[in-house]
Every structure is written in structure tokens, then in C-alpha cells.
């Protein structure tokens, strides 16, 4: 296979990262909401905890975003 | 056919000099004054003119101080609710933090291209956000250091951990907090840089789907149109959620130096 190919398709490959932390970000937010219209009264106590989950979850997934580009333009 | 267009999305960040040029250097770095220096200037100034505008101290507030008071107000709870009474004092700092990177992010977002200027979203850039990350960073170690000395270190050995265990956990949880300054400017960096590269990949379908003529090209061209107004909207969410994404994690940071675990 070429270098410049297997290049592409190993960016295209990172893309899965980015569909798995949206599925990761995704169960934050659901346990979230779903925790909170249980019990509305400790949920604004709780957004914090929220977006450090977030933030953890989104952080991988950007990882992945950062492989391919590093792929396309840098490799 | 003609050739389809081409649209470089990476060009949008590329640093060049407004005045000067290449060769003003400073032992071998160039100290040209940059588009990046220019927009990071202009945010300072909106942020000066955005707070100055809230500092009148009217007993009944107006607008303005109200939009001033809710940030800084924010911050404060942030800080209470993160580290405690003890935070109060980081509070110039985190909303400092917060009120810079949340103006760059959103005057990037800007539409100032319809009138020719050509906004530049620094926080797309690892040097920028490196420097604010590694800022965070070394107030962390000053304090943490300063305030319990040695006793610092414990903050890598969680209570109740098994003595046979200590030399494993003592590693990965040096590791992570070593990442810390990494992970916080990667973040903001790559979550910006991502949205700009996929509105330019989208206006790109808008320019080769009209360049195509009739047939599939209006198609793709309006479903893409559509495409990108909705994800401006998710970037101006994305540029409010990293800015306080990098306040929140900085105050826990903090946090971790002040009152150890």
C-alpha cells in the first residue's frame, strides 16, 4: 500500500475515536438528565461533577481528532 | 468539468506578520507584531471596555453592571463551591482566565469576514493555550508548595492506600498530574481548532456545490448552508463550554494545592 494512502485511511480510522467519545459524551449528559428529573433539587449542586465528566470524555475524543490531523498534515 | 476548488481549511491559521517581517528576531525568534498578537490585543481591549463599562457601583445596577456582576458572580460561586472560602483570592485570576479565553473564542466566531476583516481565533493555537494552561499550572505548584511545603507530595498518595500499593500509585498519579497542563491546553486548542476546520470544510461543499451548476449542486449546497448555520450555533455553545471548562478545571486544580485531598 502507498505511505500516502495508508496515511488517509488511518486518519479516517481516527474518526472512530470521535463517534466513541460522542457516545461517551453523550451517556454524560443522559445520566445526567436522567439523575436530575429524578431529583431536580440536587441537580444544580451536581454541574460541576457534570462538565469535569464532560470534559474528560470530550478530551479523548479530540485525542483522536488531533491522530488524524497529525496524519493528514504532519506525517 | 472544471476543476473543483480548492479550499485549504487549514490556511485559516496560519501566523504572519501585520507590520515587520520575518527577520526581527530576538535571538533566533521572531518578535513580528502577528495577527495572533493583534486579536489577543483586541480581546484584552474589549474585556477592558466590557468591565469598565460595570465598574460605576450604582446601588440599583443597570444592564451593564448586571452583565459584569453575573460573570464575576459566577466566578465567585464557581470558586466557593470548588475550593471554599480560601478561593476567594483566585478570583481575579480564574475570571480573568475565563472572561479572555470566552472573548477570543467568541470574537473568532465573529462574522467580521462580511465586511473584510478576517477574524483570528488564537485559542486554535497550543502556544496560546499552552501559555494559559502552564500559567495555571505553576500558580498550582507555587501555592501547593508554599502553603504545605514538602507535605505537597502527599497529594500523590490517597488516604488508606496499602503500603505494598504506595510505589505504583505514587507513579500513576504523579503521570497524571504531570499531563494536567497538557490535557487543559490541548483541550481548549483542538476543540477550537476542530470547529473552524469543519465550517471551513462545509463552506467548501457550499463553494463546490455552486460551482457544480444545476442538478446535485444546489442540493448540496443548501443541505450544507443549513448544516453550517447549525453548527455555528454549536460553536458558540463549544467557545462558552471550553472557557468555563478551563476555569472549572483550573479552580480544581487549585483546589488540589490548597486543601491537598
Not at chain 1, 42 to 64: M, P, V, Y
Amino acid at each position: 500500500m502507498e505511505p500516502a494512502s495508508a496515511k488517509l485511511i488511518g486518519a479516517g480510522l481516527a474518526a472512530i475515536g470521535a463517534g466513541m467519545a460522542a457516545i461517551g459524551v453523550g451517556n454524560v449528559f443522559g445520566s445526567f438528565l436522567e439523575s436530575a428529573l429524578r431529583n431536580p433539587g440536587a441537580a444544580d449542586g451536581q454541574q460541576g461533577r457534570l462538565f469535569i465528566g464532560f470534559a474528560a470524555a470530550e478530551l479523548l475524543g479530540l485525542l483522536s481528532f488531533v491522530v488524524a490531523m497529525i496524519l493528514i498534515f504532519v506525517a | 468539468m472544471a476543476e473543483a476548488a480548492k479550499v485549504d481549511p487549514m490556511h485559516q491559521f496560519t501566523i504572519e506578520p501585520m507590520f515587520g517581517t520575518d527577520h526581527w528576531q530576538i535571538a533566533g525568534y521572531n518578535i513580528a507584531f502577528t495577527n495572533s498578537s493583534l486579536w489577543m490585543g483586541i480581546a484584552a481591549v474589549a474585556l477592558l471596555i466590557f468591565v469598565a463599562g460595570g465598574m460605576k457601583r450604582e446601588l440599583v445596577p443597570g444592564r451593564w453592571q448586571m452583565a459584569v456582576e453575573g460573570f464575576t458572580g459566577f466566578i465567585d460561586n464557581l470558586l466557593a463551591a470548588n475550593i471554599g472560602p480560601a478561593g476567594k483570592k483566585y478570583v481575579p485570576y480564574i475570571f480573568s482566565l475565563f472572561m479572555f479565553i470566552l472573548f477570543a473564542n467568541v470574537l473568532g466566531l465573529m462574522p467580521l469576514g462580511l465586511v473584510g476583516v478576517h477574524p483570528f481565533t488564537f485559542t486554535s493555537h497550543f502556544t496560546a493555550t499552552g501559555v494559559l494552561a502552564v500559567m495555571s499550572f505553576a500558580i498550582v505548584l507555587i501555592v501547593g508548595f508554599w502553603k504545605h511545603k514538602l507535605h505537597f507530595f502527599s497529594l500523590f498518595v490517597p488516604h488508606g492506600t496499602p503500603l505494598v500499593m504506595i510505589p505504583l500509585i505514587f507513579a500513576i498519579e504523579l503521570v497524571s498530574f504531570l499531563v494536567r497542563p497538557f490535557s487543559l491546553g490541548l483541550r481548549l486548542f483542538v476543540a477550537m481548532m476542530a470547529g473552524h476546520v469543519l465550517l471551513e470544510v462545509l463552506s467548501g461543499f457550499v463553494i463546490n456545490g455552486v460551482n457544480a451548476g444545476l442538478g446535485i449542486g444546489p442540493v448540496v449546497s443548501v443541505l450544507s448552508f443549513a448544516l453550517m448555520i447549525a453548527i455555528c450555533a454549536l460553536e458558540i455553545l463549544v467557545a462558552g463550554i471550553q472557557a468555563y471548562v478551563f476555569a472549572l478545571l483550573t479552580s480544581l486544580y487549585l483546589n488540589d494545592a490548597e486543601n491537598l485531598h
